[in-house]
């Protein structure tokens, strides 16, 4: 497909998407789901043709990925994508060969998934497209929208900032980078499930109830989520009763478009690792530092340096002229280095969804999934939606110990939590 917007069919992997097919294997792609569930049940013809609508306006989305001599690239789909109906565990591992969409759409009962391949978005780019493909369905299914509010129309044209690498935009040397040299994390091991099997635990509480607790610590709800999880994690270290104890490490993620002005479809995140030494600590104590290290962290001087790091690697001249099976070595390694062993856990909270008031009838929830880790046996995220917040785990090792004492926690300081889980407290 010619696409308007550019000027042949392919282009390039955004900064921070180089990564992802260079550090895949055979039993790990970095895939993630963005879902909504229904008040009724998915009509799959209706769906198909929402996806149809929709997807022109997404042309980042519209892509399959292809080996290049020195990196590899996007190449457009002529084809239109089909919606599938899912019948195996969340986040299983996507095709990257031959010319299919490295994205896939997914229908169960109530629900419609988004999965992705991490190198065409992160978690805003995904929601987006989700809120916009679950609006055309339910206009298709009789919704009149008056109002669409941040949801981005299907029949508007795409502009050239929504697929921008806002990495490269953004770069500025002289402004510094950051050090990637930290040891490595505290991590929370057990007995390995089967290939392809995910275990999914949700806990939904309402919104305000956790607002307020958060606030009673003197914490945002990102804070004290991410300082309730370390907890867990440094309370469970001390059980073990090892002689060396490693630090325990909540990596956050930071949407960088908050800081820095973009509106791209593509990634533009930045991360960072909070620390807490492996000692005897009050909750309290650990919440007082959570928000002293996020605090430092989430500033317009970190992001700066963590964009700078980021594209400085990919400029060195050697690494620019070096064919791609060398650049994948040493990507991989790199991320084998600075990747998932320098942290416990991931917390990634997209935030509070919103859509237009009369979707209220349609849309009961919406669900936030990150698939199995490379070396991680953990992943964690939030999402909130009319008043109702869902936080939800997933884990490929049959120990169910991390949500158990998290949400354990969530009781004890007073919040209401309803469990909900794919397979059973396993411990």
């Known amino acids: 497909m010619q696409n308007s ?50 997807i022109d306006r997404f042309p980042s989305f519209r892509v399959t990925l292809k080996k290049g001599f020195f990196w590899y690239y996007f190449q457009f789909v002529t084809s239109k994508p089909k919606i599938q109906e899912e019948k195996s565990f969340p986040c299983t591992m996507m095709r990257l060969k031959g010319k299919g969409y490295i994205f896939r759409v997914l229908y169960h009962s ?18 987006t497209f989700l809120k916009t493909l679950v609006a055309r369905y339910c206009e298709l299914c009789g919704a009149k929208i008056a109002d669409y509010g ?9 502009t050239l900032e929504e697929v921008e690498d806002s990495f490269a935009r953004y770069v500025d040397k002289s402004k510094g980078t950051i050090g990637r040299s930290e040891p490595t994390a505290y991590q929370i091991k057990g007995q390995r499930e089967k290939r392809g099997v995910l275990n999914v635990t ?3 509480m309402p919104f305000e109830q956790l607002h307020k607790v958060a606030k009673s610590y003197g ?11 370390a907890y867990v994690y440094l309370r ?19 949407n960088l478009r908050k800081i820095f002005p973009s509106v791209t479809m593509r990634n533009f995140a930045g991360f960072f690792n909070t620390s807490l030494s492996p000692e005897e600590q009050t909750f309290e104590e650990v919440c007082k530092e959570m928000n002293r290290q996020i605090k430092d962290f989430v500033t317009p001087e970190y992001c700066q340096k963590f964009i700078n790091s980021n594209v400085s ?92 004492d998290f949400f354990k926690v969530l009781v004890e300081h007073g919040i209401d939590v309803t469990i909900n889980t794919n397979r059973g407290y396993d411990v």
């Open 219 to 229: 914490c945002t709800i990102n804070t004290y989520l991410s300082s309730v999880i």
């Open 313 to 404: 690697l990919e400029q060195v001249p050697l690494i620019r002229i070096a064919p791609r099976f060398l650049k994948t070595f040493f990507m991989n390694m790199s991320f084998r280095a600075v990747g998932e062993r320098l942290m416990s856990i991931c917390l990634s909270n997209v935030g509070n969804v919103v859509m237009p008031k009369e979707l209220d009838d349609y849309i009961d929830r919406f669900e936030f999934l990150i698939g199995p880790q490379k070396f991680i046996d953990h992943a964690m995220t939030a999402i909130s939606f009319n008043g109702t917040t869902l936080v939800s785990f997933t884990r490929t090792i049959k120990n169910s110990t991390v949500e158990r």
């Open 236 to 254: 469970r270290q001390l059980y073990e009763n090892k002689s060396k104890k490693k630090p325990v490490k909540i990596q956050i993620p930071i």
């Open 5 to 54: 917007m550019f000027d042949k069919e392919w282009f390039r992997l955004d900064n921070a998407a180089k990564i992802y097919p260079a550090a895949r294997n055979n039993r790990w792609n970095n895939v993630f789901r963005m879902s909504v569930v229904l008040k009724e049940e998915v009509k799959p013809d209706v769906l198909q043709q929402a996806l149809e609508d929709v």
């Open 150 to 158: 941040d949801v981005l129309h299907y029949d508007d044209d795409p």
């Open 110 to 127: 109530h629900r419609i998934s988004v999965e992705v391949f991490h190198s065409i978005t992160d978690g805003t780019g995904n929601i």
């Open 202 to 204: 949700q806990g939904s």
